[in-house]
């Protein structure tokens, strides 16, 4: 680890690798969860599913957690896509994770289904297990799910709603390798908005990668506005940040 620092109420942490970045992150998260398995019967996840997030879900399947205790949701998909599709966002939480620990239950998304009728279903779903535990990163526009800077509401009334995607955010999934031309990527997705994952008591952020630098900036130094969703960060009291000196270079880290 390179250092520590503070940014409002975020503590966040800067690694040499993403390696060890994605190390102690899923450390940190099994003592987080094993702790909250001590209080409650269940406990109720959100993850995640980009490339940002590879060495984390890779570290964190191997830790020694309860997962037949934990409930896992995700926070984001596309619409059009099938469920477990290689491009879906299912398919790829399936790969990295989802098939390979025994959790609880599983709650996918479906790109396939009549869009406002599955933001109503998966909403239910999680007002029935209320989030305590996300597992996120930012995107290049700094956005957090689906909530691009055009669509995001820090008093969101939705729980999950449909969003028209931002190009750059289209375009973050080209230099993620998951299309080969922003042509190709879905216009439309579902997402859970920024009140449901701020609603969680703890929200581990994950952000590797020099793409993510200046973005990761504006969201621990900017305003804190809907012009850079992620901002909004700094705001949450359980918030822990996670990044590689890659993603740290236009942060003052001295």
Known sequence: ?????????????????????????????????????EEKEFVNCIF?????????????????????????????????????SPQSFTGFLKRAIFDHVSFRSVNLLNGMADPHEECIRYAKLLEAAPPDVVFMGIGENGHIAFNDP?????????KVKVVQLDPACRMQQVHDECFASIDEVPKEALTLTIPTLLSA?????????????????????????????ASILRTHKGCRMYIDKACAKELETN
């Open 48 to 84: 995640a599913a980009a490339p940002s997030q590879n060495e984390f879900l890779a570290a964190l399947k191997r830790q020694d957690i309860p997962w037949n205790r934990i409930n896992a949701f995700h926070m984001d998909e596309y619409i059009g896509l099938p469920q477990g």
């Open 201 to 229: 008591k703890h929200l581990f952020c994950i952000v590797p990668g020099e793409r993510k630098a200046a973005a990761t900036a504006a969201a621990l130094t900017g305003e804190i506005s809907e012009k850079c969703p």
């Open 1 to 37: 680890m390179i250092t520590q620092k503070k940014y409002g109420t975020i503590q966040l942490q800067i690694f040499e690798t993403r390696e060890e970045m994605g190390q102690v992150a899923a450390q940190e998260a099994a003592q987080i969860l094993r702790g909250l398995l």
């Open 150 to 158: 055009p669509v995001a509401d820090f008093y969101d009334p939705y």
